[in-house]
């Protein structure tokens, strides 16, 4: 019988992932669909229980109900117990089971720029998504992380959690030379017009600098690293890998993710060139 799997949040018109989804069942032969559910909090658990009762294959979670999910579930997955957060539920006909792909998806993402793992790392922020790409990165073997966070105790707690260091943003601004690889997480940068979570003076021009916000595609901190001639990284990448994993553990089959990056940059109106 055809499969279905879902998304469910609150917004939930906005999401891409049915977009991106349901490209890639039809372009790998998969005998399934892929629709937004708008769930709204006090509604998640009759919610999640009409979706088991409709026989949904798997599916993904956004905000803001991440973690509210939990509770929910049957089991979680390593990363999801680190997290306290779940985006990707997996059924296998008796349990449901919650993953978190994010911070993988990130790495992954990051992974196809030219970097070696020995390089300084600076990941700004020590909210959800910090948390998420500090473990991943500790998995990939990164092993020089550092994090600064405008709450330094944050950034503190973060840090020993992970086996990184954390540094004020004071000083990480001052010594943000020293950082190849620099990974914006905060929530600045979502509003136009918004001030940088830190300045970029000091910055390196053979740095990579990844945003994990894909709108805009160009957020005003990429924007300024672009300018100081530094290369790039949105999250769009981000999006497409954490939902590839998804679709992986659904299906079994790795789909495209590249060609999948050029569609997504193309649907926010952006050139892939320039990303
Ligand atoms: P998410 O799950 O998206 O990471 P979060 O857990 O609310 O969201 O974390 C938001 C992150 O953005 C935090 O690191 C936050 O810093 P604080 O811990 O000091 O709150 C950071 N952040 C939000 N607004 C910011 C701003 N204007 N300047 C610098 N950092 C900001």
């Given at each position: 019988?055809?499969?279905?799997?879902?998304?469910?949040?609150?917004?939930?018109?906005?999401s891409?992932?049915?977009?991106?989804?349901?490209?890639w069942?039809?372009?790998?032969?998969v005998?399934?669909?892929?629709?937004?559910?708008?769930?709204?909090?006090a509604?998640l658990?009759?919610?999640?229980?009409?979706?088991?009762?409709?026989?949904?294959?798997?599916?993904?979670?956004?905000?803001?109900?991440?973690?509210?999910?939990?509770?929910?579930?049957?089991?979680?997955?390593?990363?999801?117990?680190?997290?306290?957060?779940?985006?990707?539920?997996?059924f296998?006909?008796?349990?449901?089971?919650g993953?978190?792909?994010?911070?993988?998806?990130?790495?992954?993402s990051?992974?196809?720029?030219?970097?070696?793992?020995?390089?300084?790392?600076?990941?700004?922020?020590?909210?959800?998504?910090?948390r998420?790409?500090?473990?991943?990165?500790?998995?990939?073997?990164?092993h020089?992380?550092?994090?600064a966070?405008?709450?330094?105790?944050?950034?503190?707690?973060?840090?020993?959690?992970?086996?990184?260091?954390?540094?004020?943003?004071?000083?990480?601004e001052?010594?943000?030379?020293?950082?190849?690889?620099?990974?914006?997480?905060t929530?600045?940068?979502?509003?136009?017009?918004?001030?940088?979570?830190?300045?970029?003076?000091q910055?390196?021009?053979?740095?990579l600098?990844?945003?994990?916000?894909y709108?805009?595609?160009?957020?005003?901190f990429?924007k300024?690293?672009?300018?100081?001639?530094?290369?790039?990284?949105?999250?769009?990448?981000?999006?497409?890998?954490?939902?590839?994993?998804?679709?992986?553990k659904?299906?079994?089959?790795?789909?495209?993710?590249?060609?999948?990056?050029?569609?997504?940059?193309d649907?926010?109106?952006?050139?892939?060139?320039?990303r």
């Amino acid at each position: 019988m055809k499969k279905w799997y879902a998304v469910i949040g609150d917004p939930i018109a906005h999401s891409l992932s049915p977009f991106m989804h349901d490209l890639w069942m039809v372009e790998h032969g998969v005998d399934a669909s892929y629709i937004p559910v708008h769930v709204k909090p006090a509604r998640l658990k009759e919610s999640f229980d009409a979706l088991k009762t409709l026989g949904v294959g798997g599916f993904n979670i956004t905000l803001p109900h991440k973690q509210a999910i939990v509770p929910f579930l049957d089991e979680l997955d390593e990363t999801a117990i680190i997290m306290d957060a779940v985006n990707t539920v997996t059924f296998d006909g008796q349990s449901y089971k919650g993953w978190n792909t994010d911070g993988d998806g990130f790495v992954r993402s990051l992974m196809t720029e030219q970097i070696a793992l020995h390089e300084k790392v600076l990941i700004i922020g020590a909210g959800g998504a910090a948390r998420g790409i500090a473990f991943a990165l500790k998995r990939a073997n990164f092993h020089d992380v550092s994090i600064a966070n405008r709450t330094y105790q944050r950034a503190e707690e973060l840090a020993a959690a992970t086996g990184s260091e954390a540094i004020t943003m004071q000083d990480a601004e001052k010594s943000l030379g020293d950082f190849r690889i620099i990974i914006q997480t905060t929530s600045v940068g979502l509003a136009e017009g918004e001030a940088l979570p830190l300045s970029l003076d000091q910055i390196q021009p053979d740095s990579l600098v990844a945003d994990i916000i894909y709108t805009p595609l160009e957020t005003p901190f990429l924007k300024a690293a672009k300018e100081k001639g530094c290369r790039i990284l949105n999250g769009v990448g981000m999006f497409v890998y954490q939902g590839a994993i998804a679709f992986e553990k659904w299906t079994g089959i790795r789909p495209d993710t590249e060609k999948m990056i050029h569609i997504i940059t193309d649907k926010l109106g952006g050139n892939y060139v320039n990303r």
